[in-house]
């Protein structure tokens, strides 16, 4: 089993930075990618970014990109995500998320909010 605790939410200004933060413990070395998803109100869990724990291999969806850049540090288990230009629209909960091998994201964190408003 993997447990995943984010950390690193809070409110920022339209054109601000914010970096999450994800611990990965447990069996890390059984994972084989983390990645971030996010949750705005009444709407549905969307992906965002994605990265290989081996290969450090990257995906982003289309609205984050060229704006949030998704990081990994294997030796301290914890993967990144460095949020730029945020606009009102990211304004979401942000999970973070485990897989092994070829499974779907199995284990999720608790979320951090994170608010873009002035």
């Known amino acids: 089993q993997v447990q995943v605790v984010e950390s690193g939410g809070g409110l920022v200004q339209p054109g601000g930075s914010l970096r999450l933060s994800c611990a990965a413990s447990?069996?890390?070395?059984?994972?084989?990618?983390m990645a971030w998803f996010r949750q705005a109100p009444g709407k549905e869990r969307e992906f965002v970014a994605s990265?290989?724990?081996?290969?450090?291999?990257?995906s982003y969806t289309d609205s984050v990109k060229g704006r949030y850049t998704i990081s990994r540090d294997n030796a301290k288990n914890t993967v990144y995500l460095q949020m730029n230009s945020l606009k009102p629209e990211d304004t979401a909960v942000y999970y973070c998320?485990?897989?092994?091998?070829?499974?779907?994201?199995?284990?999720w964190g608790q979320g951090t909010e994170v608010t873009v408003s002035s």
């Open positions: 447990g069996r890390t070395f059984t994972m084989s990618a």
């Open positions: 990265i290989t724990w081996r290969g450090g291999l990257t």
């Open positions: 998320a485990a897989k092994i091998g070829t499974r779907t994201y199995e284990y």
